[in-house]
């Protein structure tokens, strides 16, 4: 089960490889996320020190009065991966056009984790082709169902 899932990525990018990822949380963020608390568009994946983290996502109290007065929903997290996968996610980061996104929170079992994919921007007239290909397979669907 999803608990968020950025939609707009895979509009807007062509993915190109994936990675499942743990998270550092705190506590009360990964109920947050259980609760659907969660935002990913524009969050991003960078590599410093040979470390994985995320920025621009955000995620909201899952109770606001019990959440410190100085928690940031935008912080900085750390992404678990292997070190072959950061390594990986570092060198195809450099190449040209490519950058890492974060596609989707779920749980498993206890656990968060975090689908994190190495994608690349599509351009204009490929949005135009995603755009026609769904709606002539709506109204294909709705043809069928009438």
Do not use: W
């Amino acid at each position: 089960m999803n608990h968020a899932e950025n939609r707009k990525a895979k509009f807007d990018y062509e993915v190109v490889d994936e990675f499942e990822a743990g998270l550092e949380l705190f506590g009360f963020e990964a109920k947050a996320i259980k609760a659907g608390k969660a935002n990913l568009v524009g969050a991003f994946v960078v590599v410093r020190g040979g470390e994985a983290y995320t920025l621009g996502m955000q995620i909201d109290p899952y109770q606001v009065k019990n959440t410190p007065d100085d928690y940031d929903p935008l912080r900085t997290r750390k992404i678990l991966l292997k070190k072959n996968e950061i390594e990986e996610i570092s060198k195809r980061t450099e190449d040209k056009g490519l950058t890492s996104i974060i596609i989707s929170l779920y749980s498993k079992g206890p656990r968060i984790k975090a689908r994190v994919a190495i994608v690349k921007g599509k351009k204009s007239f490929d949005k135009r082709e995603a755009i026609k290909k769904r709606d002539l397979d709506r109204a294909e669907k709705r043809s069928f169902d009438n």
